[in-house]
């Protein structure tokens, strides 16, 4: 059964820092794509940040340069060093990996409960 559990938020004021982590069971995790999205109240899920089995890192423009994603594979856990906040970071943040589950057919995603992160003004 694949699970996402997401820890690390919480409140902070503008300029502050969070580290974000997600523990990840039930696949294969070295061989996972996995990703941070957020999402704000009457706001589209959006992405933050993704790391591929690879290393390969792919950072959301409004990111610049604040976060940092990095992957412990043998940790089985996936962080999001977040700095230098601001009010606009406030959403709920989520981890994902989108899973091959079937050859030739669509990846499945599957979705932490998330946790949220609060920048006060």
């Known amino acids: 059964q694949v699970r996402l559990v997401e820890s690390g938020g919480g409140l902070v004021h503008t300029g502050g820092s969070l580290r974000l982590s997600c523990a990840g069971s039930?696949?294969?995790?070295?061989?996972?794509?996995l990703a941070w999205y957020r999402q704000s109240p009457g706001k589209e899920r959006e992405l933050v940040a993704r790391?591929?089995?690879?290393?390969?890192?792919d950072y959301a423009d409004f990111v610049a340069g604040r976060f940092t994603i990095a992957r412990d594979n043998v940790g089985r856990a996936v962080h999001l060093q977040m700095n230098r906040l601001n009010p606009e970071d406030t959403a709920v943040y989520y981890c994902?990996?989108?899973?091959?589950?079937?050859?030739?057919?669509?990846?499945?995603?599957?979705w932490g409960q998330g946790t949220q992160v609060t920048v006060s003004s």
């Open positions: 039930g696949f294969l995790f070295s061989r996972a794509t």
């Open positions: 790391v591929t089995s690879s290393g390969a890192i």
């Open positions: 994902n990996t989108p899973l091959q589950r079937t050859i030739g057919g669509p990846p499945t995603n599957y």
